[in-house]
């Protein structure tokens, strides 16, 4: 948290200069404002582990997942004729007509 208050507080440093400044220098001082952001919030989430702890290594989880076969199944369809229709279904619709 320190790191990111220094940074920002840089960061408004370099705003008040960019405008005294003039040239190349205020141009240096508001790339400075832009790109200071990005290193603060770097620095303050590029945390190691705590004194006294291991880092434990993550192992993996492997269950067996059935294989995907691009073939929708349906129950209802198994009842169905060749021909999709179900019982009752007319061979054409009123809305055909």
Same mark, same amino acid.
């Given at each position: 948290? =320190?790191?990111?208050?220094?940074?920002? +507080?840089?960061?408004g440093?370099?705003?008040?200069?960019?405008?005294? @400044?003039? +040239?190349?220098?205020?141009?240096?001082?508001?790339? +400075?404002?832009?790109?200071? *952001?990005?290193?603060?919030?770097?620095?303050?989430? @590029?945390? +190691?582990? =705590?004194? !006294?702890? @291991?880092?434990? *290594?993550?192992? *993996?989880?492997?269950?067996? =997942?059935?294989?995907?076969?691009g073939?929708?199944?349906?129950?209802? =369809?198994?009842?169905?004729? @060749?021909? !999709?229709?179900?019982? !009752?279904?007319?061979?054409?619709? *009123?809305?055909?007509?």
């Open positions: 948290m =320190r790191r990111y208050l220094i940074a920002m +507080g840089l960061r440093v370099c705003f008040v200069l960019a405008i005294v @400044a003039s +040239g190349w220098l205020r141009w240096a001082f508001v790339v +400075g404002a832009v790109v200071l *952001p990005y290193i603060a919030v770097v620095l303050a989430n @590029a945390v +190691g582990p =705590r004194f !006294g702890q @291991a880092v434990a *290594p993550v192992v *993996p989880v492997t269950e067996a =997942r059935p294989a995907l076969t073939v929708i199944e349906d129950p209802e =369809r198994e009842h169905l004729p @060749a021909d !999709g229709r179900r019982e !009752g279904d007319s061979a054409s619709s *009123p809305r055909d007509t």
